[in-house]
């Protein structure tokens, strides 16, 4: 098993009922899953558990063999491995696009960083981009150089916490395309949850559906929503490229 | 698990020393409450305490609330309306905080006293003799006047700051409201900027209740005159230090009280999304106003009481020894800018421990070192000497077998002055970077975490270049204050060492102000360097 | 990381305490290098004077005797409880006074010794020496009144005392309680007089008061001038002080007056002295009695008197023109540890009659 969760526990201070309540889960390497629920249905905190930016009150959780967390260790985030785009971008506004990208690429030489900066800008289609600053970026260019950000340091997993909320509903459709796209390219094993069905459905290859910290189901897209990826529309010419491209 | 356990490691251990250190002298000041009552407590509860904190409130209430209308309607001026001479305003604002308030004091009453330039010239030019009654500022109100001129921008430059940085969609919305300009103030304005009218006015405040210069001077009665004269006059420290003790609770009793009124109405900061509030240009009448009032407080704040120094360091040249001018200012920039650099350090270590633990006991805890700062200086001095002696007891099987002939090592260096230093000051830095890391919040921290950079890398490549605007601000205002120190300076210095302000207290208190102004004007003009040095480096800070 | 720090903290005490140390060094560079080379040849200080002319009193004592001389300058009280915390390890050799009130209580605490000489005793007349030799005297001012010309007739005036009769009601200006120069006087006025005619003085005072008590010594006399009251309490140094200020209008304001020196039928004026104790525990306490003698030897005492406005108390030195000028006055009688004594007595009288 690539990914391993068992028995998450975990509940904030002060508060009587778990907000993460003896979740189990398992993902496969390369699968794209959707963590879907309402807000305060404990989702993002799932999310941050498993970045190791929370401490869990119980269970297990390894990654790729590698132990994160159990009863007896505790892995800091910057060791798991784990790359993760933040609902707001968390752009670092005092550097450039490429310093952006450098920032998480683990030592080698000058020229291969920026050799990998090239390729995920690349692959986000943003070239040319290099010395501009966040605040003079578009919210979709933003989104992007958060991605390429998180992708440059090939992490095992990767994590979108509400990737589409900040952007418009045009944006939303044609960026939710891309990255699919990018993610398979990349063939990059990544969560991401988001409160939107249709989020949900394009993108992921598995849907979790949580209420009150709890699995409540746990299926494919069409099963799960009901609703065939045909329906929604924009969805199918990229639902098809993906079918070919993967 | 303790879940807090896990990000903590080395900041909390650096944190826990930093504070234990700044509490270590305070504790031996707040045990005084429980120190049996001496023979004259009767008489100084009698004859003293009462009388004296109607006096001292008297001077906080009015102090406070003219530092508010002044501060605040300057940085609402300044942070929305473009009008001739803002640019320059902007900071030369907060110059007249460069002037020490017992110099303040002595200076005005130097220009408008029997001998002052304004009575003589009358008399002599006029022949007008007015009624000195009118030129009296030696009393409550003088002292109020005194305090409000050169302690504003505290409010000021902290709601400004706060005003241009975090409004601008608020005030647009209300704006877009049909709102007017007054409506705005009050209904938007003053409410969204309270918490940092708050943190100017209570430095304000507990500035005002440790001064001791002006009121001596002035003959007030206030609080701290009743620790003085318990001290000097009656010999009694033991009881002195219980005032200051209770001084110390009443502080502690009006924080919470602050804390509790406040409740859940702290406006927190949006974290990404900081947008600077576009400038309404004035025109007309409007302008003409809004210039003539900033142009009106920055006269009397600071433009008079300077050309009024300059005016007797001409009187005085050649009678005041030059040829250590330069010795004195270096040693002043050198104990300011090592203290303030300290402070800042200090309050970053103990910041990050309070964000990253994110537990009221670690955001209670540094703000109680304001403590510190609510009682005289001097009472603070007695508490470090008391501390840094039993500190070179410790040490003194380390000086023995370091081959050192002396007991007192630490307590005779510089060192013991720059540590009091950093504890009476310590809570000014931490105001400031606090609020630095309110604005940057816990995300971009996250995203460097998981971008692999461990604690201290995130520290210093994102949380610090980040929070540059909070830490220049920081060690400005502890480096300007430091430069004005005078009780901790005077007591705690090694041999021989003089800074330009206890060269300005040997003068001044021994009733020599033409003398003291050469010093004075030096304070002024260092401060005044690396006020616009401040200004300079956040103007250039890419938004 | 917690190891980073603790070198920082380290490497900054490291640097601080050599701060300290060239801090004294640089003060010495007038002096030759020479003159420092033997190892101890130096006198620590802990002074309430801070005066120009002390300073120069001491450089030139550096140059005659090769002694370096530090100096810490605070308020005498806040000095004295630092000796007191720093115990027999103390760095202090000699602690100088404004007042010798402050001495008084010095002694008090057991952190004064002995300090007495042939020189010493030739130099300083017996009753300004404490008599079980624990401190000196080094200068004196009067407390004088002064008075304006126009308005009151030297013949009018006679004590301390008489300033509480009904004719000087509103016409009476003196500082505040805070002063220590008022404290030593109602504490004279408790040793003469007694504790009850002590205090019917500082109340008879309170209400002939022109106006709350403000300011310093200076503004007293421009108090005066400024017509608020007729007759004023100040020391004769201040009045020395405006009679040679920058500012014309102060020297017109105290030429404008008269000086007239109290109680002089009676016990006298008082006189505020300055002293000066060895520090028990001094390691340098030879170099401190070195010290003493050269500022009481006449040298340094017309210095005092010329530069300062003090009274020298060295009788062979005149005093300056301008305070012989004033003429010869007797001087209240009293033991000068009474003012000690009776300070905190005083304050409380001040606090009862509402003295501010």
């Known amino acids: 098993m690539f990914m391993d969760i068992k028995n998450l526990q975990f509940s904030y201070p002060k508060s009587p009922l778990n907000t993460v309540d003896n979740f189990s889960f398992t993902v496969e390497k390369g699968e794209v899953i959707s963590i879907l629920g309402r807000s305060g249905s404990g989702k993002s905190t799932l999310l941050r558990l498993i970045a190791g930016l929370e401490m869990p009150a119980g269970g297990a959780f390894t990654l790729n063999g590698k132990k994160m967390f159990c009863d007896k260790t505790f892995l800091q985030p910057e060791k798991r491995g784990i790359g993760m785009v933040f609902q707001d971008y968390a752009l670092f506004p005092h550097m450039s696009v490429e310093e952006n990208i450098l920032f998480g690429l683990p030592k080698m030489s000058r020229k291969d960083k920026k050799k990998r900066a090239q390729e995920v800008l690349e692959l986000v289609e943003l070239i040319g981009f290099e010395k501009r600053y966040p605040h003079q970026l578009s919210g979709g260019q933003q989104q992007r150089v958060a991605l390429a950000r998180a992708l440059a340091p090939e992490p095992e997993l990767l994590l979108l916490d509400e990737p589409f909320s900040n952007l418009d509903t045009d944006l939303q459709v044609k960026i939710r395309g891309d990255l699919r796209r990018i993610l398979k390219k990349a063939k990059t094993t990544a969560i991401f949850v988001t409160h939107n069905q249709n989020d949900a459905h394009a993108l992921a290859d598995r849907i979790v559906k949580i209420k009150d910290g709890k699995i409540e189901k746990i299926g494919r897209p069409c099963d799960l929503l009901g609703v065939s990826p045909t329906e929604i529309p924009g969805m199918v010419e990229i639902t098809y490229e993906e079918l070919i491209g993967v | 698990m303790n879940k807090h356990l896990a990000n903590v490691n080395g900041w909390t251990i650096g944190a826990v020393l930093i504070i234990i250190l700044l509490f270590l002298p305070n504790v031996s000041i707040v045990t005084g409450v429980f120190s049996p009552v001496s023979e004259n407590w009767a008489h100084i509860k009698e004859f003293m305490l009462f009388n004296y904190i109607k006096s001292s409130l008297t001077l906080v209430f009015f102090t406070a609330l003219f530092t508010i209308i002044i501060g605040l309607s300057l940085a609402w001026l300044i942070a929305q309306y473009d009008f001739p001479l803002r640019n320059f305003m902007k900071w030369a604002l907060i110059l007249p905080l460069s002037i020490p308030p017992f110099i303040g004091a002595y200076t005005y009453h130097g220009i408008i006293n029997y001998t002052g330039v304004i009575q003589k010239t009358l008399r002599n030019h006029f022949d007008v003799t007015p009624n000195p009654a009118y030129f009296d500022i030696m009393n409550v109100p003088g002292a109020i006047f005194i305090y409000t001129l050169f302690l504003y921008p505290y409010v000021y430059m902290i709601t400004r700051i706060f005003l241009s940085h975090q409004s601008a969609s608020l005030i647009e919305s209300a704006r877009t409201l049909g709102k007017g300009p007054l409506e705005i103030f009050f209904k938007v304005v003053l409410p969204i900027s309270r918490v940092s009218i708050i943190g100017g006015a209570s430095l304000v405040v507990l500035e005002v209740l440790n001064d001791y210069g002006v009121v001596k001077y002035f003959g007030i009665q206030t609080f701290s005159t009743a620790i003085f004269q318990t001290w000097f006059g009656l010999g009694d420290l033991d009881a002195a230090i219980k005032l200051a003790a209770s001084l110390m609770g009443i502080v502690i009793f009006i924080l919470v009280i602050e804390r509790l009124l406040r409740g859940g109405k702290q406006f927190s900061y949006s974290t990404t999304k900081v947008r600077p509030l576009p400038l309404v240009r004035l025109k007309g009448r409007k302008a003409v106003f809004a210039t003539l009032y900033t142009v009106v407080i920055f006269s009397v704040a600071f433009l008079i009481p300077i050309l009024q120094l300059i005016d007797w360091v001409i009187l005085t040249y050649g009678k005041v020894p030059m040829q250590d001018v330069l010795f004195y200012t270096k040693n002043s920039v050198i104990v300011a800018g090592l203290g303030a650099f300290l402070v800042i350090v200090f309050s970053l270590v103990v910041g990050n421990f309070s964000r990253v633990v994110n537990h009221k006991f670690a955001k209670i805890l540094p703000k109680l070192t304001v403590l510190g700062y609510s009682i005289p200086g001097v009472v603070v001095a007695v508490a470090v000497i008391t501390t840094f002696i039993a500190l070179d007891r410790f040490l003194a099987p380390v000086y023995q077998y370091l081959g050192m002939d002396s007991e007192l090592v630490l307590s005779v260096s510089l060192f013991m002055l720059i540590s009091a230093y950093v504890i009476r000051f310590f809570a000014i830095g931490y105001n400031s970077i606090e609020t630095g890391f309110d604005k940057i919040g816990t995300d971009f921290r996250d995203a460097s975490r998981m971008l692999g950079a461990n604690s201290l890398r995130t520290f210093f490549k994102i949380d610090v270049p980040m929070m540059k605007g909070a830490i220049i601000s920081g060690f400005i205002l502890v480096f300007v204050d430091i430069l004005k120190e005078i009780p901790l300076t005077l007591i705690l210095r090694p041999f021989n060492y003089d800074t330009l302000a206890t060269k300005a207290f040997q003068y001044a208190s021994d009733e020599k102000i033409m003398e003291a102004s050469q010093a004075s004007l030096l304070i002024v003009g260092v401060s005044t360097i690396a006020i616009f040095v401040f200004h300079k480096l956040l103007r250039e800070e890419p938004k | ?356």
């Open chain 3, 1 to 356: 990381m917690k190891k980073s720090l603790i070198l920082l903290v380290v490497a900054m005490m490291l640097v601080l305490a050599a701060c300290g140390s060239t801090a004294k060094k640089e003060n010495g560079t007038e002096k030759d290098a020479v003159a420092k080379k033997p190892e101890k040849s130096e006198v620590n200080l802990y002074t309430s004077r801070h005066y120009d002319v002390d300073n120069e009193l001491y450089k030139k004592f550096e140059q005659e005797t090769g002694i370096k001389v530090n100096v810490i300058k605070d308020e005498a009280d806040v000095l004295i409880e630092r000796i007191k915390r720093e115990g027999t390890a103390t760095k202090a050799d000699l602690l100088l006074t404004a007042d010798v009130g402050r001495l008084y209580r010095a002694n008090e605490e057991g952190l004064l010794q002995t300090v007495s000489s042939d020189i010493l005793a030739k130099q300083i007349p017996e009753n300004l020496r404490d008599v079980d030799d624990m401190w000196v005297g080094l200068t004196k001012r009067a407390r004088i009144l002064v008075y304006n010309k126009d308005k009151v007739k030297p013949e009018e005036l006679s004590t301390y005392e008489a300033l509480t009769a009904d004719q000087w009601k509103n016409r009476v200006l003196v500082r505040s309680s805070e002063s220590v120069y008022n404290q030593s006087l109602l504490a004279s006025f408790i040793e003469i007089n007694g504790e009850e005619k002590a205090t019917e003085w500082a109340q008879g005072i309170v209400n002939n008061l022109a106006q709350n008590p403000e300011g310093g010594d200076r503004d007293q006399a421009k108090a005066i001038a400024a017509g608020i009251g007729d007759v004023a309490i100040m020391n004769s140094y201040y009045f020395g002080q405006m009679l040679n200020s920058e500012e014309p209008e102060e020297v017109k304001v105290a030429e404008s007056l008269g000086v007239f020196f109290p109680n002089q039928e009676t016990t006298g004026t008082h006189v505020n002295i300055s002293g000066a104790g060895v520090v028990k525990g001094s390691k340098n306490a030879d170099n401190a009695l070195k010290l003493l003698e050269f500022l009481t030897g006449e040298e340094a005492q017309s210095e005092f008197a010329s530069a300062n406005y003090e009274f020298p108390v060295n009788q062979n030195v005149e005093p300056s023109e301008l305070l012989k000028s004033w003429g010869d006055f007797k001087e209240q009688d009293i033991p000068l540890s009474a003012l000690g004594e009776n300070n905190a007595k005083a304050i409380m009288i001040f606090n009862e009659v509402g003295w501010k």
